[in-house]
C-alpha cells in the first residue's frame, strides 16, 4: 500500500506564503517524477509544478518566479513553496508522484487526497 498525505495549506492573505508538502509512505521502492496540481471551483485540474528524481524541473507560466518545486529523496516528500500567493491562486491543490512498489513490482501514478489553499484579497 502506497500513500500520498499532503499538508501545509490554509488560508492567507494576498502576498503571503505557504509551503506544501507531500509524503510518501509505503512499501516504495523509488519515485520518479513528483508533481502538484490545482482545481479551482468549476475549473479543470491544471499542473503547477514538476519535478523529475534528479531535480528538473517545470512551472506553469502562472507561477512561475513565485512557487519552487522541490524534493527530499532519502524522506520520500515533496515540497512547493508558494510566495507572493494572489487570490487567484485559491483551488485545491494535489500532489502526484509516480512511485514503484516492491510487490507486486510495477510503478504507477499516485495521488493525495488534496490540500485547501485560500488567498485573500
Known amino acids: 500500500q502506497v500513500q500520498l498525505v499532503e499538508s501545509g495549506g490554509g488560508l492567507v492573505q494576498a502576498g503571503g506564503s505557504l509551503r506544501l508538502s507531500c509524503a510518501a509512505s509505503?512499501?516504495?521502492?523509488?519515485?520518479?517524477?513528483m508533481g502538484w496540481y490545482r482545481q479551482a471551483p468549476g475549473k479543470q485540474r491544471e499542473l503547477v509544478a514538476s519535478?523529475?528524481?534528479?531535480?528538473?524541473?517545470k512551472y506553469a507560466d502562472s507561477v512561475k518566479g513565485r512557487f519552487t518545486i522541490t524534493r527530499d529523496n532519502s524522506k520520500n516528500t515533496g515540497y512547493l513553496q508558494m510566495d507572493s500567493l494572489k487570490p487567484e491562486d485559491t483551488a485545491v491543490y494535489f500532489c502526484?508522484?509516480?512511485?514503484?512498489?516492491?510487490?507486486?513490482?510495477?510503478?504507477?501514478?499516485?495521488w493525495g487526497q488534496g490540500t485547501q489553499v485560500t488567498v485573500s484579497s
Open positions: 502526484n508522484a509516480n512511485i514503484r512498489v516492491r510487490v507486486p513490482w510495477t510503478s504507477r501514478d499516485y
Open positions: 509505503g512499501t516504495i521502492v523509488s519515485i520518479d517524477d
Open positions: 519535478i523529475t528524481r534528479d531535480s528538473s524541473t
